[in-house]
């Protein structure tokens, strides 16, 4: 016989005891959910049967119906005829009781010992313990008059509401209006929350649930707990179709799903406006330098004229250039102001400097001989390669006059520069 995920309804509860008839032993499967807990099954299992689990190897299930079993028809039989013969024997003592009159009237010459009896009854009212209030007794009094009750129960004492049995629709409905004091919210509070969940967490549920629509008789016997418990706790059906949590999540799906989409392109938009702005203020920057760059970058007004030397004297210059011993070393960094100040320093005592510069592509050394005749106002002479590197050389000029500032200020320090 298998157990499936409803676990153990009143039909499943009929059948082994209608096995129980012919054999003993009935043998279970337990299949889905209740197959998760197997301690709690046992438990459920012996006391909606009356019966003993005997063996167990995973979720099969040996249950024992007992050496004292009887059928629950013949059991319920016994049971009314024995309170019926109580009903009899208790009628002839009350008729013989009320027979003789006379027995009730006290004799006058026996005084009736009143005072005694009224301190043995005092006495007795002082000793007398305070009836035992079970718990689960009052809830089932908080659950009567709210709805029929969940059978099929696997959980303990009291049975929950079978909410699938309120009306879906109540004529009129209309969800209670709630009027609050100054300066309360509507909404609890996180500790407030925590409090109540860690109390809700060890009772008992009052309602049993198994559908997700159409539910105003539900919140109808809800708003009668709520005048006699602040808590109300449902319970979702196991087993029942259409009642599982998939199916009970798809109906909130969709509004989580929206909820999810504005919500995430909500921080998504507010990321892209964020990394605009830092984007902004980066390209404002990056302007403001740039402008400084290129005022620094603006060549001097005197340039000395390219056709002042013949081919001649080119050739010569050439020769005499790379025989020089003395030379000015260009690094990777490029073009500085100290390296002008150093050129016109040289262009003192000789008309030509010599400039080795260490570089792997041509265009590099192309642009730093643009910028070194237009920043110095000399003459350049010839590129050439040689083992060093690129050796420049540029002619300070016939007309040469070295200028009052021979560190221009369009240009980088030396510390800018190898920044």
Not at 221 to 228: I, N, P, S, V
Not at 247 to 253: F, G, H, I
Not at 302 to 312: F, L, V
Not at 350 to 356: A, G, M, S
């Amino acid at each position: 016989m298998r157990i499936k995920g409803a676990g153990v309804t009143q039909e499943v509860v009929d059948t082994i005891h209608e096995k129980w008839k012919t054999m003993e032993i009935v043998r279970l499967k337990v299949e889905g959910a209740p197959a998760l807990n197997m301690k709690r099954m046992h438990e459920i299992l012996e006391r909606k049967t009356g019966g003993l689990v005997i063996w167990r190897s995973g979720t099969s299930i040996s249950l024992y119906r007992g050496v004292s079993y009887e059928v629950p028809s013949v059991h319920l039989n016994k049971q009314i005829y024995k309170r019926n013969e109580m009903s009899t024997y208790s009628s002839p003592l009350v008729s013989d009781k009320t027979e003789d009159p006379s027995d009730l009237v006290p004799h006058k010459d026996v005084a009736p010992p009143q005072t005694n009896f009224e301190t043995a009854t005092e006495e007795h009212k002082n000793t007398e313990p305070l009836p035992e209030i079970k718990y689960e007794d009052e809830v089932d009094k908080l659950l009567e008059g709210l709805g029929p009750r969940y059978a099929d129960w696997p959980g303990c004492d009291p049975l929950p509401v079978d909410a699938d049995l309120l009306p879906g629709i109540v004529p009129g409905y209309q969800p209670p209006f709630r009027v609050l004091p100054y300066g309360v919210r509507s909404s609890l509070g996180l500790k407030e929350a925590t409090s109540l969940r860690r109390l809700a967490r060890v009772l008992p549920p009052h309602f049993a649930l198994g559908r997700s629509r159409q539910l105003q008789g539900l919140a109808v016997a809800m708003t009668k707990l709520w005048e006699k418990s602040s808590i109300a706790k449902i319970a979702l059906k196991r087993g029942v179709q259409l009642t599982t949590s998939e199916r009970m999540a798809e109906d909130l799906k969709e509004k989580v799903l929206k909820e999810v989409e504005i919500l995430r392109h909500a921080n998504l938009v507010r990321k892209l406006e964020k990394n605009l702005a830092f984007a902004e203020r980066k390209l404002l920057k990056a302007e403001q330098a740039l402008s400084k760059v290129e005022d620094y970058l603006k060549p001097a007004d005197r340039q000395a004229d390219p056709e002042s030397i013949t081919d001649e004297e080119r050739f010569m210059f050439r020769k005499l250039g790379l025989r020089m011993k003395t030379f000015l070393l260009l690094g990777r960094h490029g073009v500085f102001d100290g390296t002008i100040e150093n050129m016109h320093l040289h262009w003192k005592y000789r008309e030509l400097v010599k400039i080795i510069m260490k570089a792997k592509k041509f265009d590099q050394v192309k642009k730093v001989v643009i910028a070194l005749e237009a920043e110095s106002g000399g003459v350049f002479v010839f590129l050439d390669k040689i083992s060093e590197g690129y050796a420049i050389i540029v002619y300070r000029g016939k007309d040469y006059e070295r200028p009052s500032t021979i560190r221009p200020k369009n240009l980088l320090t030396k510390r800018r520069a190898l920044a």
